[in-house]
């Protein structure tokens, strides 16, 4: 396994566990429906670009959500594996 992705979190989150061959990035997203109060964000969704890089696969995460004035806007980009 290279990638786990999960949803219904109350965070987003993003950590890198110990696999047999190297980390894996586990990937957690507020639910859809979340409404942003005292620490927990507002509703967030994760695109992934995922293609092939040689014999590997790349990976880069957008995550976007709600801002303060209620517009949607990308929160972070990171590239994964």
Known sequence: M???LHG???VHSTVWIDGPNSTIPVVGVPSASAVAHGRYP????NLFSIERDGAAWRCEQTVRGIDDT???RQL???RLI
């Open 2 to 4: 290279e990638l786990i």
């Open 8 to 10: 219904h979190d109350h």
């Open 42 to 45: 507002a509703a967030a969704y």
């Open 70 to 72: 209620r517009r949607v």
């Open 76 to 78: 972070r980009q990171t």
